[in-house]
Every structure is written in C-alpha cells, then in structure tokens.
C-alpha cells in the first residue's frame, strides 16, 4: 500500500475559537494519518486566531501557516505533486486560492464544504466570498457537510462532477465518557449566532427562567453584553477542545441549536453533536429535517420545540440511557476512523474517474 499525499487548505486546524473547522478538521486529519495518509494543513495567518492557538504542533500531519497568496504559491510543487489538494469554506482568500489549486494540481481537487446551506445562499446572492459558482464544476469532488436534496442541486444547477455527503465526525478517543459531578442540568456550547440566539432563548434561557432551582451554562465567545442572562445561567466565554469532554461530562443534558440556513436544508447535523454524543452526554436538541437519520427521537437523542418540552425532558429519569446510545451511535458509523474511510473512498472513487495521472490504489479503502 502506498500512501496517499493530501493538501488542505482551510480556515483553521490551530485554533478552535470561534469556529468549528478546526475540530472537525482534527478529528478528521488525524484519523487519516492513522490509516497510513500524509497531511499537509495550509492554514492562512489571521491575529484573532494566532492570539487564540490551542494547537501548535500536530504532530499528526505537517501545519503551515501562510500570510498571503503570494506565499501560499510558494507551496506550487507540494500542491502540484499531492495525490489530492482539498479547499475548504471559509478560506480567506478561497476564490483566488481555488482558482490557483485547479490550475496547477495533477491530482484529486476537492472542495469541503462545512457550512454548505450558508455557502448556497450566499452564492445565491452573489456575495460568497470563498468560492464561485463557476469554480465548482472545475472542482473533481464537493464534500459536503449536508446530506440530502442538497448535493443533487450542486451537481444539477452549478455542475459539480460529484457532490457527496461528509458528514462531520468525532474523535473517540480525544471525546468519551468521563465520570465526573454534574455542574449543569442543561448546557451549551457553540460560539454566538444571531439566528441561533431566539432558539437558545426558547430552548435554555427561558426554561432556566421558569426552573430557578437548577443549573444552566452557555460556553461560548462573542455573545452580546447586552444579553440578559438568568442568575442560574453560568457563562464562560471559551471551552478549548481538550476541556470539552470534561465540560460534557459535568452536564446532565446538552443543547444542540442549528442556524437557521441548516435548520432549512436539513441533513445538517453539527460537529457539536457527535461530540456530545461521543462523550455520552444525552442531547436536547432542535428540530429539522434528516436528523432522524442519525439520531433516532426519544432513543438516542430528545427532540424539543418549546421551552415547555424542555422542562418536561429535564425532569425526566432516562438521561443516562439516551447518552448511552447516542456514544453507540458513533460508535456505529460516526466516528474520525469511520469518515476517514469514507473520504478515502471518494478521494479514490474521483481518482478513477479523473484523466491521468491517477492516484495509486490504496488497500483497504473501503474497510
């Protein structure tokens, strides 16, 4: 078996603050490494995210940090030679820095899409700054972080060779079960968002309102001074990824709230539930199409619309049980070592199809 040679280039693998990518990229990088792969992440150099770093070195793939597409084209033979060079959203620059990749790459080109319903909209409206609609059928692959009716419409209306679900996933061995006191009865973790924030209102502040004698937490940055927040509502304004299992650990349920560009595609489930999931920390979370899916209502995950069915869930007995199969689930199909599999199939299932050069064929790739 030889390995295969990847190129991302994305938002952020060094720091996790305020953004998702750079756990989901983890979790994912890191499992391929385990399957023989050799990484290199091109990460674009931004003060807020080098003042907030929670990883310096890896040490399972090779991290660079770049200050501009001039010194990004300084990686033109690394790029060139990949067996496959992935871009993801929100990449500064990822217009420019796409449009360089399908130029020069011999192998794979992909884009990973992990907020593909807001990345549709905007290309909608004409104002999505990191990728063209011209560009996506010069990509050989879109993975997308959304299922469903989604991936026809790539391939339909902008001419995607092939638009396939990548679902994001968890690493099991960094997110498990911890035996710790619970501090909260119901917790959130995920940075402000203006058409999150009524659900949060809905989902948590409002039950913490009418439940004074329990406990409540929202983790998380950039929330408004002007909120209001219960008196038993802690807030902590950032949880590093080496904390959050200990976090999950001390609640007694966690929130997942979508935004609302996922919440109308559906299919869309958030990295923050299959590491809640992994550390079987039962999850109340918001309704939207697809995450029956995964999540099966009342067994592995409770479903809730109003402040009302949470302080219903809440009082319930059966937490440990629904945690318990939520960990299951992962287990099951959910997990980095799962999604890595997955995405070296797709990477070889393009490979096939692309004009030579192919990339070598990788034993056990559907494994």
């Not at 953004?19 to 050799?38: I, M, Q």
């Not at 679902?167 to 501090?183: F, H």
């Not at 304004?237 to 929130?255: E, I, K, M, N």
């Not at 595609?265 to 199409?289: H, M, N, Q």
């Amino acid at each position: 078996m030889r390995r295969l040679d990847i190129v991302v280039i994305g938002l952020s693998l060094s720091s996790s603050w305020g953004n998702g990518h750079a756990t989901t990229y983890r979790a994912l990088l890191k499992a391929l490494t385990a399957r023989g792969h050799a990484i290199t992440f091109l990460e674009r150099e931004q003060p807020w995210y080098a003042a907030n770093r929670d990883l310096q070195e890896p040490g399972w793939c090779r991290l660079v940090h770049y200050r501009s597409l001039a010194e990004l084209q300084s990686f033109t033979r690394e790029i060139a030679a990949a067996d496959a060079v992935i871009v993801g959203s929100y990449t500064p620059e990822g217009i420019a820095a796409g449009t360089y990749v399908q130029r020069i790459a011999r192998g794979v080109t992909a884009f990973y899409d992990i907020d593909t319903p807001v990345t549709l909209a905007a290309l909608e409206r004409g104002d999505c700054a990191y990728l063209s609609p011209e560009q996506i059928q010069g990509y050989d692959l879109y993975l997308s972080f959304t299922g469903g009716p989604l991936l026809q419409l790539i391939e339909e209306r902008y001419g995607s060779p092939a638009a396939r679900a990548l679902y994001c996933s968890v690493d099991t061995e960094s997110y498990r079960p911890l035996d710790s006191e619970k501090r909260w009865d119901l917790s959130y973790l995920g940075t402000y968002s203006a058409d999150r924030q009524p659900i949060l209102e809905r989902l948590l502040i409002e039950p913490a309102r009418r439940m004074p004698e329990l406990r409540f937490a929202v983790a998380g940055p950039q929330y408004p001074a002007a909120i209001e927040w219960p008196d038993n509502v802690e807030r902590i304004d950032h949880v590093a990824p080496a904390d959050h299992a200990a976090f999950y650990a001390a609640s007694r349920w966690t929130l997942n709230v979508t935004r609302a560009d996922m919440v109308k595609a559906g299919y869309s489930p958030s990295v923050r539930l299959f590491e809640a999931a992994a550390c079987a920390t039962p999850i109340v979370s918001d309704r939207w199409k697809g995450i029956e899916t995964i999540f099966e209502n009342r067994r592995s995950i409770m479903l809730a619309s109003t402040a009302q069915d949470v302080m219903r869930i809440l009082g319930q007995k059966n937490a440990a049980k629904i945690g318990a199969a939520a960990r299951r689930v992962i287990e099951q199909g959910h997990s980095a070592a799962h999604r890595a599999a997955e995405l070296e199939g797709l990477l070889l299932e393009a490979a096939a199809s692309k004009p030579a050069p192919a990339m070598p064929a990788v034993a056990g790739a559907a494994s």
